[in-house]
Antibody
Framework: QVQLQESGPGLVKPSQTLSLTCTVS??????????WTWIRQHPGKGLEWIGC???????YYNSSLKSRVTISIDTSKNQFSLKVSSVTAADTAVYYC?????????????WGQGTTVTVSS | QSVVTQPPSASGTPGQRVTISCSGS????????VYWYQQFPGTAPKLFIY???QRPSGVPDRFSGSKSGTSASLAISGLRSEDEADYYC???????????FGGGTKLTVL
């Protein structure tokens, strides 16, 4: 059974870069079937898709965040990562990683438990 | 403001049938499947309905999804207290080339 686990600093200073890693266990990240996705949820708010990456390295990003976001993949470690640059308090959120089986299939079917990131000096 | 719209709240008494709507456009719901997620406070969302009306194993058949045109809905029959949660619809948007979520509906069992 595939499981995902987010990790990274819980506190980031304004203007710095937020960096998170998602470790995939119980299955290979090197699959044509899935892409690997980041979603965030601001405190008390709804869900926001950040972007996704295929094992080939192809990426799709939310246009509202595209200029500040980079998603990368490390197949040797079965991990994928998120970087958000020039963060502000508006980037304070719970960040989730998820497996995406595709919009014609099961969608985002497996999620990590989420990690809270606070942007504050 | 999300391109996909849900009512912020819904409620019902135990045993009742409740419906949560999700409204979009031709670039998202109109041309793509709709997914529903259930989320309890402090926990990650869980896939509840996929491809408009399919239930993953473990999801009770009291829950059903449907889609018509640019709108979708999640129906819960025989409402139970444990159904009290936030529900989000999601779909791919062809214009944005990304997933979009509805704003979420908080379901309260009175």
């Amino acid at each position: 059974q595939v499981q995902l686990q987010e990790s990274g600093p819980g506190l980031v200073k304004p203007s710095q870069t937020l960096s998170l890693t998602c470790t995939v266990s119980g299955g290979s990240i090197s699959s044509d079937t899935y892409s690997w996705t980041w979603i965030r949820q601001h405190p008390g708010k709804g869900l926001e898709w950040i972007g996704c990456i295929f094992y080939s390295g192809s990426t799709y990003y939310n246009s509202s965040l595209k200029s500040r976001v980079t998603i990368s993949i490390d197949t040797s470690k079965n991990q994928f990562s998120l970087k958000v640059s020039s963060v502000t308090a508006a980037d304070t959120a719970v960040y989730y990683c998820a497996r995406d089986a595709g919009s014609g299939s099961y969608g985002m079917d497996v999620w990590g438990q989420g990690t809270t990131v606070t942007v504050s000096s | 403001q999300s391109v996909v719209t849900q009512p912020p709240s819904a409620s019902g008494t135990p045993g009742q049938r409740v419906t949560i709507s999700c409204s979009g456009s031709s670039s998202n719901i109109g041309g793509n499947y709709v997914y529903w997620y259930q989320q309890f406070p402090g926990t990650a969302p869980k896939l509840f309905i996929y491809r408009n009306n399919q239930r993953p194993s473990g999801v009770p058949d009291r829950f059903s999804g449907s889609k018509s045109g640019t709108s979708a809905s999640l129906a819960i029959s025989g409402l139970r207290s444990e159904d009290e949660a936030d529900y989000y619809c999601a779909t791919w948007d062809d214009s944005l080339s990304g997933w979009v979520f509805g704003g979420g509906t908080k379901l309260t069992v009175l």
